[in-house]
T-cell receptor, first 113, second 111 residues
Framework: DTEVTQTPKHLVMGMTNKKSLKCEQH?????MYWYKQKAKKPPELMFV???????INESVPSRFSPECPNSSLLNLHLHALQPEDSALYLC????????????FGPGTRLTVL | GQQVMQIPQYQHVQEGEDFTTYCNSS?????IQWYKQRPGGHPVFLIQ???SGEVKKQKRLTFQFGEAKKNSSLHITATQTTDVGTYFC???????????WGLGTSLAVNP
């Protein structure tokens, strides 16, 4: 299985809502990533988990809260988002991190009203 | 900090023409990766280059890593409509834990 799955595919939420994005991989990868991507821009790194521990937080606002329940799962909890947070949220995984190729999931298209 | 420049930003070609995108770094790199993202899709890994002067081929795609390990190129021979998408280079930063992404080159192919 060389796939990263993400749910939901699309999400529309109000600024007062709480929602979660989910990501799963079964490739035995030990590094997992959250990226945010705006239209016609490259992916923008948000968080990196290495061996289930948060290793990089790119100064992301606290309204985004990552969680890594186990080595296969990665969640992104959303609360009190702003319309400018609307974007494609991509999850990725890699063998160890660093120099490895990254496998991306299909993403969650988030719209904040 | 490390900076990466990718050119051109956009390229329109007729099917059958060649296409090249370039990626330049301000510092010497440990490696460089190339990804393709189709419209409405997600980035897909194409290749990783590690050695100075390295050249790798995948069918019609040729990837090069500069001798000084500060630049790289992706060349597509005889483009097809299936080549449409945005091509990103991504550089490995010194701390070995995150990639620095180029802005991408968006390729459109007219049939």
């Amino acid at each position: 299985d060389t796939e990263v799955t993400q749910t939901p595919k699309h999400l529309v939420m109000g600024m007062t809502n709480k929602k979660s994005l989910k990501c799963e991989q079964h490739m035995g990868h030990r590094a997992m990533y959250w990226y945010k991507q705006k239209a016609k821009k490259p992916p923008e790194l948000m968080f990196v988990y290495s061996y289930e521990k948060l290793s990089i937080n790119e100064s992301v606002p606290s309204r985004f809260s990552p969680e890594c329940p186990n080595s296969s799962l990665l969640n992104l909890h959303l609360h009190a988002l702003q319309p400018e947070d609307s974007a494609l949220y991509l999850c990725a995984s890699s063998q160890e991190g660093g120099l490895d190729e990254q496998f991306f999931g299909p993403g969650t298209r988030l719209t904040v009203l | 900090g490390q900076q990466v420049m990718q050119i051109p930003q956009y390229q329109h070609v007729q099917e059958g023409e060649d296409f090249t995108t370039y990626c330049n770094s301000s510092t010497t790199l440990s490696n460089i990766q190339w990804y393709k993202q189709r419209p409405g899709g997600h980035p897909v890994f194409l290749i990783q280059l590690v050695k100075s002067g390295e050249v790798k081929k995948q069918k019609r795609l040729t990837f090069q890593f500069g001798e000084a390990k500060k630049n790289s190129s992706l060349h597509i021979t005889a483009t097809q409509t299936t080549d449409v998408g945005t091509y990103f280079c991504a550089l490995n930063a010194g701390n070995n834990r995150k990639l620095i992404w180029g802005l991408g080159t968006s390729l459109a192919v007219n049939p």
